[in-house]
């Protein structure tokens, strides 16, 4: 069992910038796959990014290409989403995942979410 704690969002100005982090408790937090997605109001959860279990291989979704940045300390059982030049679009419900197996279509675990506004 891996229970995850999502922090650092906030409102913010466009242009802006923020930093997610994602607390891992439970089993080894460096053998999972990790991922950010979204939600925003009246839309479907969206994913964002995802960074291999060594930190070796990243992805983003299109919109966010260029402007956050997914990372993870294994030492501190944490994974970060350095969010940069905030867009209006990309207020939403930030959600942390993690995944043991690559292959699995699915997350294993979900943490609570934080809330990311951005003003225009």
């Known amino acids: 069992q891996v229970h995850l704690v999502e922090s650092g969002g906030g409102l913010v100005q466009a242009g802006g910038s923020l930093r997610l982090s994602c607390a891992a408790s439970?089993?080894?937090?460096?053998?999972?796959?990790t991922a950010w997605f979204r939600q925003a109001p009246k839309k479907e959860r969206q994913f964002v990014a995802a960074?291999?279990?060594?930190?070796?291989?990243?992805n983003y979704t299109d919109s966010v290409e260029g402007r956050f940045t997914i990372s993870r300390d294994n030492g501190k059982n944490t994974v970060f989403l350095q969010m940069d030049s905030l867009k209006p679009e990309d207020t939403a419900v930030y959600y942390c995942?993690?995944?043991?197996?690559?292959?699995?279509?699915?997350?294993?675990?979900w943490g609570q979410g934080t809330q990311v506004t951005v003003s225009s």
């Open positions: 960074i291999t279990w060594s930190g070796g291989r990243t």
């Open positions: 439970g089993r080894t937090f460096s053998r999972y796959y």
């Open positions: 995942a993690a995944k043991e197996n690559l292959a699995s279509p699915g997350y294993d675990y």
